[in-house]
């Protein structure tokens, strides 16, 4: 088995571990490790059928993106075999922990992050800035972010930099956190929070010294030394997804998948109101050709103790009359 851990600093889990402990891990650190979760041949597969994509992808228009940054989406529709990473067990269990707060969780993104030698560090960021950086408090977590390692993940080549329990930080006190590069072999995955300072490395592997715009029609000297990883990311059901996943996998291909796949992508309820179809019909069943309704506030107020009350106002105000 590949292991990082000497000097790393970050803690890292074997892949058995619950989907519980992680998620408590993330929400006290904001990361967790997880290795060789991912089977060595679903991610040949996924390697094969994006290369393609990969290679068509344009470099970053500006420093944050990277200049030798590709940023290659619509893996669900492109990639068969990115759709079972979208849906593996740990991934899902961790993020329906993580945000178990929330009337429903959904695929935010997808995305294969492709960092070329000779890419410099990325600016520390937190994600939720995404979201025209509101402030959703400290105490209240929007996302849930893996990145699987498409190659294996070292500092020199760009691992992902982490500074560990800056989620509840603000960025001044967050200066005096050490960061720690999240090293791990190819098949591992990174959990991460919205809020936690991060930023993939700089490549420093072979090939580093090219200048910007330098061989760029050269696919093959490209390819060594590129730190590639599988970003997909999970958010509450209630924001907007950074990746249109409605446009991102055309209706002819969602058809052809499954309820539960559709579901996260968001074919579903993200709120009660939220992502109905027309008169009030459930998108699941739009997509499908259906007319079944959407769910009331009472069928969806799970997670929510003010809709569970709302809903609990109403049967007490409309219910039927006693002796009825």
Known sequence: MRTYHAGVGLHHFAPDVEPAEVSDHLRRFGYAIVDDVADQALLDRLESEAMGFIEASAAGRDA?????????????????????????????????HFL???????????QII?????????????????????DFGADYHVQCNTMWALTDFTADNGATWILPGTSGLDDEAARGV????????RGSVLFYDGKVLHGAGA?????????AGANRGNEASRSAGVRRGVNITYAVGWVRQEENQYL??????ART?????LRMMGYTQGAFALGYVGDQTDPLAALRG????????????????????????????YGEPEGC
């Open 203 to 211: 490549n420093r592997s072979a090939g580093a010294n090219r200048s």
């Open 257 to 261: 998948l499954d309820d539960d796949l």
């Open 290 to 317: 259906g007319t079944a309704k959407a769910k009331t506030i009472g069928a969806i107020a799970e997670h929510n103790q003010q809709a569970q009350q709302f809903a609990s106002d109403i049967d007490d105000a």
């Open 114 to 134: 492709s960092v070329e030698p000779g890419e410099t560090a990325q600016k520390l960021h937190r994600d939720e800035m995404a979201f025209d950086f509101f």
């Open 64 to 96: 944050y993106d990277g200049h030798f940054t590709r940023r290659t989406g619509a893996l669900v529709a492109r990639c068969p075999a990115s759709r079972r990473l979208v849906m593996h067990p740990l991934a899902v269990g961790v993020a329906g």
């Open 178 to 185: 050490s960061g720690a590069q999240a090293e791990m072999g």
């Open 100 to 110: 178990g707060h929330a009337s429903a969780v959904q695929l935010h993104l997808t």
């Open 248 to 253: 991102a996998c055309p209706p002819e291909i």
